[in-house]
């Protein structure tokens, strides 16, 4: 029998030129990550066999994932960013907040570097591909062979001597102590947590993701693209606006105002901006009388991304921070993160941009203690502008990230 590893590895060969163009890269250094890639997730579930609970988690994940008769064409479209591949796109969010909690930006980021990425978040995003094309792949080896959870975790646990070689340096410490192999019926009847190494992590913005998305994102998720086949033309930073909500038919309520005291559930008390996203929110989450919609969205207003990138700045971890504490204050309440753009660019690039900060914002919400499964990331291009696009500061306007309630 093949390896998971080159089976994997052949599955995504295919479409190995098709990502390069897509995220300007060549085709040497995308082989290179996308076989890191791999290796780093099927270690961290082969690290994951030793704790049950995480286990049971990553097989309700590959069970419940639709199982593809040709892998051949759900990998392409994966790669295409099409809708089809979108519940693919959120699994892997889930799982690689499973495996990697907040620290699973940090991964990508390492990925990209080993692999000599020239783009930053080109290894981010390839880690969200992978991971959608890992559970894609374990979902129909557990329908094929009819495997039970046991059985899944053994025949990852055998080939823990091939995973771990495949792993970079760099990455080691990320995947944590691998059991060695081991027969066992069912892994339910382990207790032994593994054990989490003590990790000293490169800096990036608001304790990515991913997202995750981020990621990610959540993001996530998912799971999106950065890059078309040529990058867009630079784009300024994005920068603090005053818009507050976007109501159906795009009427946008400006004046963030003066800063105000708001009390959550649990006794945290926030300082808010009285006409800012966070007072806009809570209220929309108190008031039993307005239903949950998918026209009522939140713009955040002190949320900057690098120009033409999904790098959120460091001045934006205070709002990010405040929407951590009301999705905490209200555990009950979902939400979509959906990323705009303005009409700079091809419209797939924008496209791909705006999911690539949807998630980025998602994975850092996730980051900082949000359950990936409260959460999804849309990118919506340019469409649905809030402001011309003739002049520069409907530019700034349309590039923005707005949340939207879908559960309270």
């Known amino acids: 029998m093949s390896g998971i590893l080159d089976s994997l590895t052949s599955l995504a ?132 062979d009819g495997l039970r959870l046991g059985g899944l975790s053994n025949l990852l646990v055998a080939e823990r001597r091939s995973v771990i070689a495949a792993v970079p340096i760099e990455l080691k410490s990320f995947i944590g102590t691998v059991p060695t192999p081991r027969v066992d019926p069912d892994i339910r009847e382990r207790a032994a947590a593994a054990a989490t190494p003590r990790v000293i992590e490169p800096g990036h913005p608001s304790a990515a993701r991913r997202m995750v998305w981020p990621l990610i994102g959540v993001a996530a998720v998912a799971l999106t693209w950065f890059y078309a086949t040529r990058r867009p033309a630079p784009e300024a930073p994005i920068v603090s606006r005053d818009t507050a909500v976007t109501q159906a038919g795009g009427e946008v309520v400006d004046a963030v105002g003066g800063f105000v005291k708001r009390v959550l559930p ?67 309440v979902n939400v979509n993160v959906g990323g705009y753009t303005d009409n700079v660019g091809s419209d797939d690039a924008n496209l791909r941009l705006s999911q690539r900060r949807a998630d980025a914002v998602m994975q850092a919400l996730v980051g900082s203690g949000i359950a990936a499964n409260r959460l999804t990331a849309e990118g919506y291009g340019e469409k649905q502008s809030v402001a011309d696009n003739s002049t520069e500061q409907g530019h700034a306007r349309n590039r923005r990230i707005a949340v939207n309630v879908t559960k309270k």
Do not use: C, H
């Not at 806009?280 to 990138?309: C, H, M, Q, Y």
């Not at 001045?315 to 405040?322: A, C, T």
């Open 13 to 144: 060969s295919p479409v190995i030129g098709q990502i390069a163009g897509q995220l300007g890269e060549t085709d040497a250094v995308v082989t290179r990550g996308i076989q890191s890639s791999f290796a780093s997730i099927l270690g961290g579930i082969i690290n994951k066999t030793e704790d049950p609970s995480a286990m049971d988690r990553i097989f309700e994940l590959v069970n419940t994932r639709a199982v593809s008769a040709d892998l051949g064409t759900d990998v392409q479209k994966m790669a295409s960013g099409s809708a089809a591949g979108a519940p693919a796109t959120a699994g892997a969010a889930l799982l690689l907040a499973e495996l990697f909690g907040p620290r699973s930006y940090t991964v990508g980021q390492l990925i990209g570097q080993t692999a000599e990425f020239e783009e930053p978040t080109s290894g981010p995003w390839l880690l969200d591909f992978t991971a959608a094309l890992v559970l894609a792949f374990l979902a129909k080896k557990v329908g094929d």
């Open 266 to 332: 649990g006794g945290v008390t926030l300082g808010v901006a009285g006409s800012g996203i966070e007072s806009k929110l809570i209220a929309f989450i108190e008031d039993k009388s307005l239903p949950v919609n998918d026209t009522t969205w939140f713009d955040f207003d002190r949320l900057n991304f690098a120009g033409g990138s999904a790098t959120i700045l460091p001045e934006s971890k205070g709002q990010l921070d405040n929407i951590v504490a009301i999705l905490k204050g209200y555990p009950n």
